[in-house]
């Protein structure tokens, strides 16, 4: 019994001293600080001299080729600095400017190398440090990088509003049919909604995965999608939990219809925005074809998105100004997408889009679920399923059209 | 002499081009009847990248043969004749000291490695002597590591350099004594000879070895060149070559040589992780005595090629003065640094 009282005495908070809660959360932080500063004054002590020649790592974030030129930027994600010495094209020593200083960790640098490439020919730069260390980067295809002048920013727009912004809108041409089916009939179309998103998701996560892999592996490499889906389901969970308070609060003309149908098309948005990424990256890097198959591929897939929108809002009589505001918030982040990926193209953001977008999705998936129960409660029920399942077989055959 | 880019040289048109072959044309004395013959071929092939076209480092930067501790023009006439003295009977006993260091060398501006070498410098020293000579050599191993020194020639086979046979691998801190005659006459050389063979090789540890014959050669301008390479990146492939390890070395200065003067070049190829590698000569071609231990010429030719081990002496004359290039014929090892220039003048 008095062990437990003292125990007591103990966590009562006037066993501060006096001292102030926030001084006490603080104080252990300082010391962890003075404790680092005094290690780092020491030089490590007892650890001794490092061993091993410099571990030199340098990941390529960006090729840009103009004739007689190619240009690498690279970010240093290994340990140590890295000094580049010389440089070669296809076995010879070229010229080249820029960084004349070493590189160092998570700094970038640009090297330009005079190169009379030839367009369509392969290309392997190396980069050759200080130690002797090669760092050897392929370019599969010489293609000139397009320059980023207003008749690129116009081309990237209009790749986005036919990939993005006109196969949704098309797709919510839908909302009359869907209107007038048994509600029956609309659980299997939300199905058929689930589906496409889920194939959605899991699609973005695997190409995320094999950007990142591309990307600098200092900042977290494949994790960056993880992260970026956990950030996008958490954000559109707080996001969906605050619009439904606003709305119980006030009046119940707010049905969750629209609240559904407007986190879809954001999450379908936020998928696009990846999409417009990969696309206007492929386009910049020659990587990409831009002709009729690759926009009517595009837009019998994101047809189906703009079905995915309209499927909640079946049973209102939205406007058409709230329907267009929907395809907008749905499809046009595509073209913000190409515009990134053309012109500032970063695996590492990318990786970190495409993981935001599976993200959302998933929230949305989540969001969308109870709208399939039938009468009797049931998620999984046979219509449902089939829904599902031809949602799924519905993307992954007009996936087949499109690859970036 | 004008600097050309890269870029410009490309996007000139012929008639810049000729400009700029007449400019670089004009460095050199021109009182000569085949000016205008010269004048003529340089218009044509200004392209072939002879001006600032031509593959090279990084521009501005150049290796410190100051640290390096040696540099690759005066390896080129640098010929260790040793001390000599005569035995009884009247013999000539001529002697050197080699040393193995390990050595971080910039093999290629900004770009060290870790050398093996014998007495500080890549190639080591050229060992000359005279036909029938007492060879003795003492070699000291200040190196980490075991090494011999395995001379090409005849000699008994204690005195190999090679494991299990006489003094054998010679430890760290330690010391041997290889002696024999000079035999046969020809153009040699030495090397390390201690397994892994190719990494003790590739680090550094050879030299040429020449042994004049008896009545002499006809005095020259004479020249060694021993080709090699350098594996920085430790993947069994050379990231640069050479002739001396300096690559474009002899670009970025030519080798200056008079007009019909013989020239006599002492060719040694080294090189490890290639199967082979050669001699180019541009605007001309020599005479060609493959191991030097003949006295006529195998061939008359402008390219020769040699696998690892394979030396001979070249002589030629320059009829005509201005820069003539010379480099592997493996475009790869040109452009990674083994090409240079003769300047002919006179």
């Keep these: ?404 | 002499m004008p600097k050309l880019s890269r870029r410009r040289l490309l996007a000139a048109s012929v008639p810049a081009l000729g400009g700029a072959a007449a400019a670089l044309h004009s460095a050199v004395p021109h009182q000569h009847p085949w000016d205008a013959e010269a004048l003529a071929a340089g218009t044509e092939h200004a392209n072939a990248g002879h001006t600032g076209g031509h593959a090279n480092f990084r521009d501005g930067r150049t290796v410190d043969h100051r640290a390096n501790g040696f540099d690759p023009h005066t390896i080129l006439r640098d010929f260790d004749w040793g001390k000599s003295t005569r035995l009884p009977g009247g013999r000539v006993l001529r002697e050197w000291e080699l040393f193995a260091v390990d050595k971080e060398i910039e093999v290629a501006p900004g770009v060290k490695f870790a050398a093996w070498t014998y007495n500080g410098r890549i190639p080591g020293p050229t060992l000359r002597c005279r036909e029938g000579e007492r060879l003795r050599i003492t070699f000291v191993n200040g190196s980490e590591h075991p090494h011999t020194i395995h001379f090409h020639g005849i000699h008994p086979s204690a005195m190999d350099g090679v494991g299990g046979l006489g003094a054998g691998e010679i430890a760290p801190g330690s010391r041997t004594v290889y002696e024999f005659d000079a035999q046969p006459a020809g153009l040699h050389l030495y090397h390390c000879h201690v397994r892994p063979l190719a990494e003790h090789i590739a680090k550094g540890l050879y030299g040429a070895f020449i042994v004049d014959p008896a009545g002499g050669r006809e005095d020259a301008d004479e020249l060694v060149m021993v080709m090699n390479g350098f594996d920085t990146n430790f993947d069994r492939a050379n990231e640069v070559y050479a002739a001396n390890t300096i690559g474009f070395a002899y670009m970025d200065q030519p080798i200056v040589t008079r007009r019909d003067e013989l020239v006599r070049v002492y060719l040694v190829n080294v090189l490890e992780y290639d199967l082979i590698n050669s001699f180019h000569l541009h605007g001309n071609l020599f005479h060609y005595f493959p191991t030097g231990t003949g006295k006529t010429p195998s061939e008359f030719t402008d390219t020769v090629m040699l696998c690892q081990g394979q030396r001979g002496i070249l002589e030629w004359r320059f009829p005509y003065p201005g820069r003539f290039m010379f480099h592997a014929h493996q475009s790869e090892f040109t452009e990674l640094g083994w090409q240079g220039f003769f300047e002919v003048v006179g």
């Design chain 1, 1 to 404: 019994m008095e062990g437990r009282a003292a125990t007591e005495r103990d966590l009562r908070p006037d066993r501060t001293g006096g001292l102030p809660a926030w001084l006490l959360g603080v104080v252990p932080l300082l010391l962890i600080l003075a404790a680092l500063a005094t290690f780092a004054a020491l030089d490590g002590p007892g650890l001794g001299e490092r061993r091993g020649p410099p571990a030199e790592e340098l990941a390529v974030e960006r090729t840009v080729l103009q004739p007689g030129t190619i240009e690498l930027t690279v970010r240093n994600d290994g340990p140590d600095a890295v000094s580049v010495a010389q440089a070669t094209v296809n076995d010879a020593f070229v010229q080249f400017t820029g960084a004349d200083q070493p590189i160092g960790r998570l700094e970038t640098a640009t090297v330009r190398l005079q190169q009379p490439w030839v367009e369509g020919e392969a290309y392997e730069v190396a980069l050759l440090t200080s130690s002797g260390g090669t760092i050897a980067h392929e370019i599969p295809v010489a293609v000139q990088t397009p320059a980023a002048d207003l008749s690129f920013y116009g081309l990237m727009a209009l790749l986005g509003i036919y990939v993005g912004v006109i196969p949704v809108a098309l797709g919510m041409l839908w909302l009359p049919w869907v209107r007038r089916i048994p509600p029956g009939w609309l659980r299997g179309v939300m199905a058929l909604t689930v589906g496409l998103l889920a194939f959605l998701a899991i699609d973005a996560t695997l190409e995320g995965f094999e950007l990142a892999a591309g990307g600098s592996q200092a900042f977290g490499g494949a994790g960056l999608v993880l992260v970026g889906a956990v950030v996008a389901f958490l954000l559109l969970t707080g996001v969906s939990s605050w619009l439904g308070q606003r709305r119980r609060a006030a009046t119940a003309a707010g049905a969750p219809g629209g609240h559904l149908a407007l986190l879809v098309a954001v999450g379908i948005g936020l998928h696009n925005l990846g999409e417009g990424v990969a696309i206007g990256s492929a386009y910049s890097a020659g990587a990409l074809a831009l002709g009729a198959f690759l926009v009517v591929g595009f837009a019998l897939h994101n047809t189906t998105e703009g079905l995915a929108i309209i499927a909640p809002i079946a049973h209102l009589r939205p406007s058409l100004g709230r329907l267009a505001l929907l395809g907008l918030v749905a499809g046009a982040p595509a073209v913000l997408g190409a515009w990134i990926g053309a012109a500032a193209f970063n695996a590492s953001l990318a990786a970190f889009l495409f993981g935001f977008g599976a993200g959302a999705i998933a929230q949305v998936i989540v969001q969308l679920a109870p709208s399939l129960r039938d009468g009797e409660g049931r998620t999984l029920h046979p219509i449902a399923v089939t829904g599902l399942l031809a949602g799924m077989a519905l993307m992954f055959a007009t996936g087949l059209l499109v690859s970036v």
